[in-house]
């Protein structure tokens, strides 16, 4: 079973930037991985998605050109470097397994990392 565990969050200024971390365990090489968030509430938002090989990679709206999600299978480790934050961008940043649509979800939610945009 894949199991996820963010890290990199933290407290940064609006124009900022962070990477964070997904630790990936279990079988991964077939694996679709998406990050995704939620703001106090708000409902939890699919980010960027990228596919098994890091050949295909999408973004929500609203973070295209800023955010970049990669991968590196000999690490397990999927990334999403964040430039130019927001304000808005604030909230508990999840990483999961999604199906080859990255439509839906297929494996638990971790934690999750907190990122917190603000001056």
């Known amino acids: 079973q894949l199991q996820l565990v963010e890290s990199g969050g933290g407290l940064v200024q609006p124009g900022g930037s962070l990477r964070l971390s997904c630790a990936v365990s279990g079988f991964t090489l077939d694996s679709y991985i998406g990050w995704f968030r939620q703001a106090p509430g708000k409902e939890r938002e699919m980010v960027s998605c990228?596919?098994?090989?890091?050949?295909?990679?999408n973004y929500a709206d609203s973070v295209k050109g800023r955010f970049t999600i990669s991968r590196d299978n000999a690490k397990n480790t999927v990334y999403l470097q964040m430039n130019s934050l927001k304000p808005e961008d604030t909230a508990v940043y999840y990483c999961?397994?999604?199906?080859?649509?990255?439509?839906?979800?297929?494996?638990?939610w971790g934690q999750g990392t907190q990122v917190t945009v603000s001056s």
């Open positions: 999961a397994a999604v199906d080859r649509r990255c439509s839906m979800v297929i494996s638990p």
């Open positions: 990228i596919s098994p090989t890091g050949g295909s990679t």
